[in-house]
């Protein structure tokens, strides 16, 4: 059963006065302060002419009560020789045929159906999709023209009948990168996509080659795009956003345009970290804040991201599950961090949580217009969310997508189903309620 977490006697809940944020914990307030540390600087948009939004948009913002949960299924064990073990970082959802592209573990796509979720806690009762196509490299081998390794598949979306996709240097500390984006056909049998592509400016890849989304035609003139990209809170952070970050862009400029434009609708350089500092943790952003995908909902102004946020104190380190090892030194010169979901040696702030970020898209139109920047813009409201207990009790997202037409929200549970070693993705279905 979906439910919000609570926090002492009130869910936390984001209060908006005038243009500032606050936060209301258990009845005292707290305000997020940014930190502005010399980084990489990105310039704020230029002034245009205001596009003013549709009138009856005006104040239909979501609740956390429009998202219904529906139940969940599972994919099939493997598919031309590839596996989904591992896989669902990447997730695309096709109008055409009603069915999901999902990406696996070594950046192939594969198609498959949608059957009827089942809302149940035993991952044996979930459906199984079937494969519609099997894996292929949707980038034809492309991702090297990135670079020459290091490089995965990390965004997906189906537009105007074309599969898009985006490609990321998983660990850049040279902020090197500078193509990132490609289109190709449905049919991932036909290799035709012939090279990969700039969006927005060069040096600030790390900031749109991640998940992407279709702009409702109601919204495409204020924002300035048929489709928005982003990216967050990836390795080196300096190189991307501090929260969630959106960019406006037309797909179809793709081949026609280099560098393809890029209009800024929302995002935290380092130097404005508006939503807090890296090396912190608060109920909207920290150092192990995942961004999973976005989702604009046509007939309301809302933009959903979604995603997971450490809400335990700030440690960086070597990951136990002993808690008496916490903050003794570790084998490596770090120190040991509290965290029973992770061995890993990074960011830790266990315990972990999965929540929405809801955004207005008015704030990002003002923004496009030059009357906000795109770092003053602040959330709506945040809702911590909880899945049913399937699989691995401490989820991960790896990515959204979203169907208009049927109003369903679609996220990829990581490691979900566990099958002797496989580590296969369970895909999650919400449906969002008519304003």
């Known amino acids: 059963m979906l439910k919000a977490h609570l926090r002492s006697t009130a869910a936390s809940t984001v209060v908006v006065a005038g243009l500032g944020v606050a936060l209301l914990l258990g009845g005292t307030v707290a305000t997020l302060l940014g930190v502005s540390v010399a980084a990489v600087q990105v310039e704020g948009p230029r002034r245009i002419e205001p596009v003013h939004p549709p009138a009856q948009q005006a104040s239909r913002r979501l609740s956390f009560d429009d998202l219904i949960y529906q139940g969940a299924f599972r994919v099939p064990a493997e598919s031309n020789g590839e596996s989904f073990s591992y896989g669902g970082q990447t997730l695309a959802y096709n109008p055409v045929s009603d069915t999901l592209f999902v990406g696996s573990l070594h950046s192939k796509v594969a198609e498959v159906s949608i059957p009827s979720p089942a809302n149940t806690t035993r991952v044996e009762e979930l459906p199984i999709a079937s494969v519609v196509q099997p894996f292929r490299d949707p980038a034809d081998g492309r991702l090297r023209d990135i670079a020459e390794d290091g490089v995965?598949?990390?965004?997906?979306?189906?537009?105007?009948?074309?599969l898009y996709g985006t490609g990321l240097i998983y660990y850049d500390a040279a902020n090197s990168q500078r193509v990132s984006h490609f289109g190709r056909s449905l049919d991932l049998a036909r290799a035709d996509m012939t090279r990969m592509h700039q969006v927005g400016e060069t040096g600030k890849a790390g900031f749109v080659a991640g998940y992407m989304a279709t702009v409702p035609p109601e919204w495409r003139a204020a924002l300035g795009g048929p489709a928005v990209t982003g990216q967050c809170c990836i390795s080196i952070i300096s190189r991307t956003s501090f929260g969630p970050g959106l960019f406006a862009w037309n797909p179809a400029d793709l081949g026609r345009r280099d560098p393809v434009p890029a209009t800024p609708l929302l995002y935290y350089p380092q130097q404005h970290a508006t939503l807090g500092p890296w090396d912190g943790t608060n109920d909207i952003f920290g150092g192990t804040t995942q961004v999973a995908g976005v989702a604009i909902i046509d007939g309301t102004t809302t933009v959903l991201f979604a995603g997971r946020n450490g809400m335990g104190p700030f440690c960086y380190g070597e990951g136990t599950s002993d808690a008496r090892k916490a903050n003794a030194p570790g084998p490596n010169g770090q120190k040991y961090c509290y965290d029973p979901t992770s061995?890993?040696?990074?960011?830790?702030?266990?315990?972990?949580?999965l929540q929405f970020w809801a955004y207005d898209v008015n704030d990002l139109a003002a923004v496009r217009t030059g009357d906000?920047?795109?770092?003053?813009?602040?959330?709506?409201?945040?809702?911590?969310?909880?899945?049913?207990?399937?699989?691995?009790?401490?989820?991960?997202?790896?990515?959204?997508?979203?169907?208009?037409?049927?109003?369903?929200?679609?996220?990829?549970?990581?490691?979900?189903?566990?099958?002797?070693?496989?580590?296969?993705?369970?895909?999650?279905?919400?449906?969002?309620?008519?304003?």
Request: charged share 30%; proline share 9%.
């Open 152 to 162: 995965i598949l990390d965004g997906l979306l189906v537009h105007e009948g074309r």
């Open 372 to 435: 906000r920047k795109p770092w003053d813009v602040r959330p709506y409201a945040v809702w911590p969310f909880e899945l049913p207990a399937i699989g691995d009790p401490h989820p991960r997202l790896g990515a959204i997508a979203y169907d208009s037409a049927r109003r369903r929200l679609f996220l990829t549970q990581l490691f979900g189903e566990k099958d002797g070693y496989a580590r296969r993705p369970i895909l999650h279905v919400f449906t969002v309620r008519e304003r």
């Open 343 to 353: 061995t890993d040696k990074g960011q830790h702030a266990f315990p972990y949580r």
